[in-house]
């Protein structure tokens, strides 16, 4: 497996604090099975939330928030389901957020995208 380039550690820390500040508790980081990897898992209340974080440098492949793959999305699904097994929280609420941070203008935008898609098979 590739080891997260600095770009990708340093925006996953920056989505953290950014959830902190909005209230989330941060409960894992880069939760990892073998069928997938979940970049954050956070409470919100009495809600879980999964959160990927999408990250660009520049606009020339389109904005972040665009970069969450239907592939990815049905991992995220898969591995959320076995999280929330493996420790006994299948009956809790639970959503897929996306945290979306551009940084090709003068500092990094960060849009939080909460509800970002449903669960898929």
């Known amino acids: 497996m590739k080891t997260p380039s600095r770009f990708g550690r340093s925006s996953e820390a920056l989505a953290a604090a950014y959830l902190r500040g909005r209230g989330y508790r941060i409960v894992e980081r880069n939760y990892r099975t073998s069928l997938g990897e979940i970049d954050i898992i956070a409470r919100d209340g009495d809600t879980i939330a999964f959160v990927e974080v ?16 239907a592939t990815k999305r049905r991992t995220i699904c898969r591995v959320a389901q076995l999280y929330l097994k493996a420790t006994g929280q299948s009956g809790v609420r639970a959503r897929f957020d996306v945290v979306a941070i551009d940084t090709a203008a003068r500092g990094p935008r960060i849009e939080l995208i909460q509800n970002a898609f449903p669960l898929v098979s």
Not at 54 to 69: D, E, I, N, V
């Open 54 to 69: 999408k990250a660009r440098r520049s606009r020339r492949y389109g904005p972040a928030k665009g970069a969450l793959t």
